[in-house]
């Protein structure tokens, strides 16, 4: 593993410990921030919608007109949301958030609910009957002890953060933190370097909801007209779509 492939994995690392779910945001984009404000010559804001956005421009004066190039990737990750005490002991309501796996939605799964000060509380997903509002795709969410939180809360897999052994990394949410990690190093990069170019570094909020984050930038014009952009994913492969085969 190469210097720079060390920075991105300790970068990975960094934001794998900032869990977030559609909509809760704030620990990842914090980390951003605080990695962004160490890059001299990077323009850093979080604009009216929870994107971070970075433009980093070292262009001479005499350059030919170029049109500037934008990296995205999307902060959050499937996860739930507490909008209801059922006034039931220790048992509340959440909603799914993204593309959630249909089997949490069916059977018991162990999970976190985090609170604004950075706890994780453990609970327990448990199915509910959804005969009348199948949609809102809710579940039950049983406290493991008795203990007050502010809502809405997020509710994110009791998983790993983050494990590396050898070349493989196993993390709760590499879609979209490993885009998000890629993007810092590749601008810490561009930085070191002193290279010539106009880029933007995007990182948005809400992306498994329905792009919400990415959708009302562009709605807002934060970037020039004529970017080229591109979105820095960590999906699994679509079947019927080959790696490397795009255009």
Do not use: W
Not at 167 to 173: E, G, L, S, V, Y
Not at 196 to 204: H, I, K, L, N, S
């Amino acid at each position: 593993m190469d210097q720079l492939e060390r920075r991105a994995v300790e970068i990975l690392e960094g934001l794998a410990a900032q869990p977030a779910a559609p909509f809760f945001e704030e620990r990842p984009a914090r980390f951003i921030l605080e990695t962004l404000a160490n890059l001299k010559g990077v323009e850093t804001r979080r604009d009216q919608f929870g994107n971070v956005i970075a433009h980093y421009r070292n262009l001479a004066s005499d350059a030919a007109p170029r049109p500037p190039i934008a990296f995205v990737a999307h902060m959050d990750h499937p996860g739930f949301e507490i909008f209801l005490d059922t006034e039931q002991k220790n048992i509340y309501t959440a909603r799914a958030l993204g593309g959630v796996p249909v089997a949490s939605l069916k059977k018991p799964v162990p999970v976190l609910v985090l609170t604004p000060d950075g706890e994780r509380l453990p609970a327990v997903l448990e199915p509910m009957d959804q005969s009348d509002s199948a949609d809102d795709r809710l579940v039950g969410v049983r406290m493991k002890s008795a203990v007050e939180f502010p809502m809405p809360a997020a509710v994110i897999f009791d998983l790993p953060d983050f494990n590396l052994d050898g070349d493989t990394i196993r993390m709760r949410a590499a879609d979209d933190l490993g885009g998000c990690a890629s993007i810092l190093a590749a601008l810490e990069r561009l930085v070191a370097d002193s290279v010539e170019t106009d880029f933007y570094a995007v990182f948005t909020r809400a992306e498994e909801g329905g792009l919400h984050g990415a959708r009302l930038m562009a709605e807002a014009g934060t970037l020039p007209r004529d970017t080229l952009v591109v979105s820095v994913e960590t999906s699994s492969i679509i079947p019927g779509i080959a790696q490397g085969e795009g255009p």
